[in-house]
């Protein structure tokens, strides 16, 4: 981005921006989707994407889920919100300063199979919490749901 330099003058605080991010926690029965990301930052994780331009943050959720897995999503429900910098991300490389701001949504699947992105998705699974526990236990999840593990936990695992 060519513009980025006309900033630099400005102390760290103002230069930093905001990334809106959706994340679908996808329910069937008693199972979640998780994902195998094919691309950085590796691990398990839960669709997510950035928001776009002229975009809701419940039109990136439906965007991400139909691109990434081929999925239509009914009942959305917003569980939580979480706001951080995401060391390790493609972002924080790029733009250190730079915040995200999480909306995870859990939500149902109106209708079809997973059907996964072949460049971003490297397999589909449905997982139990304890799955999905066990994975985090054994260090193999994204690193942002291993840091937002406690919230699912809190928001999700413990009203089941
Ligand atoms: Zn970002």
């Given amino acids: 981005m060519p513009n980025d330099n006309m900033f630099d003058f400005l102390p760290e605080r103002f230069k930093k921006t905001v990334h809106y991010v959706a994340a679908a926690i996808i329910k069937r029965g008693n199972k979640y989707l998780v994902i195998e990301r094919a691309t950085p930052p590796y691990g398990y994780a839960f669709v997510t994407g950035h928001q776009e331009r002229r975009e809701s943050i419940e039109d990136t959720l439906k965007r991400e889920t139909e691109e990434e897995v081929g999925l239509i999503i009914k009942d959305k429900h917003c569980i939580f919100l979480f706001r951080r910098k995401l060391e390790n991300s493609r972002c924080y490389k790029e733009h250190p300063s730079d915040l995200h701001r999480i909306v ?49 936990e809190e928001k999700l695992f413990k009203k089941e």
């Fill in 104 to 152: 995870a949504f859990l939500c149902e699947v109106e209708e079809g199979e997973p059907v996964r992105k072949p460049d971003e998705v490297k397999k589909i699974l449905w997982l139990t919490k304890e799955q999905i526990e066990s994975l985090k236990n054994q260090g193999k999840l994204e690193n942002t749901w291993e840091r937002l593990y406690s919230s699912l």
